[in-house]
């Protein structure tokens, strides 16, 4: 049976995420920026966590660990070992690059993705992949501990996953996202179709995540990098100059590199 993935919005607009495995009655949450969404969904479905599994330590991300291990003791607290003891709890298990997380019949496969912090990951769970404030559905996350090459070497990587692969992401920034992407690319139909069709959903307060990494290579401009059109668009000549020509119009600041 598939590991079911319930999508829970916390806070303003942030996603986590909960993973449960029913056969081996193993459950995950990934980035619980609050534990009330969580909690509520436990009780619901009569689940207890055995792991929470954290991106990196921001504390959007972060802040519900406190009350979810008051309430799930046994629940195993992973991160990066370089994010690890920026957090408000101590964390049970420090992950880095390749490990891979037992999950009943089933693993989680780590990526370790350094740039918006030291120790940001990306989990691997079957075809789906939680992506946190690295990469955004048609966005990027900000370089807050790293340089454009780090990041070009973190995009380069995800491109090469199966294009079925599921983004999860840590927030719901697809609409705006797609405004940025499709000033930066006026002429790509998939951008101006796909922020249409987000205005509609994001009217209707339906989630524009998760999207397949398909529609992200598409309409996300930071996989897009090589993409010619795009270059002549921003007036660059190589990958590295486009990262950051797209990163001042998302951010309206210079990396740096
Ligand atoms: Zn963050
Ligand atoms: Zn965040």
Do not use: W
């Not at 037992?102 to 350094?114: E, K, M």
Request: overall charge neutral; glycine content about 6%; charged content about 25%.
């Amino acid at each position: 049976m598939p590991i079911k993935i319930i999508q829970l919005k916390t806070l303003q607009d942030n996603y986590a995420y909960l993973l449960v495995e029913k056969s081996s009655k193993q459950v995950a949450v990934i980035d619980p920026g609050s534990a009330k969404p969580v909690l509520k969904t436990l009780a619901a479905e009569n689940l207890t966590l055995t792991h929470i599994l954290l991106t990196h330590h921001h504390y959007d991300h972060s802040g519900g660990i406190g009350e979810l291990k008051k309430h799930c003791p046994k629940a195993e607290v992973v991160i990066h070992k370089d994010d690890a003891d920026r957090l408000p709890v101590t964390a049970d298990r420090r992950i880095q690059e390749g490990e891979i997380i037992d999950f009943g019949p089933t693993s989680i496969q780590v990526l370790h993705l350094p740039c918006h912090t030291r120790g940001h990951v990306a989990f691997l769970v079957e075809k789906s992949l939680f992506t946190g404030d690295t990469l955004f559905t048609a966005g990027c996350g900000k370089f807050f501990e790293g340089t454009a090459t780090e990041m070009h070497k973190n995009l380069k990587r995800l491109k090469t996953l199966p294009e079925a692969t599921k983004i999860y992401c840590g927030h719901e920034y697809t609409e705006e996202n797609l405004k940025h992407a499709h000033q930066a690319d006026p002429t790509n139909l998939t951008i101006s179709e796909r922020l249409q069709k987000a205005r509609r959903r994001q009217a209707e307060g339906n989630p524009l995540v998760p999207a397949t990494l398909a529609l992200e290579l598409a309409s996300n401009p930071f996989l897009r990098l090589d993409d010619v059109t795009l270059q002549q668009q921003l007036k660059t000549t190589n990958e590295l100059d486009t990262l950051i020509a797209l990163y001042r119009i998302y951010y309206r600041e210079t990396p740096s590199f």
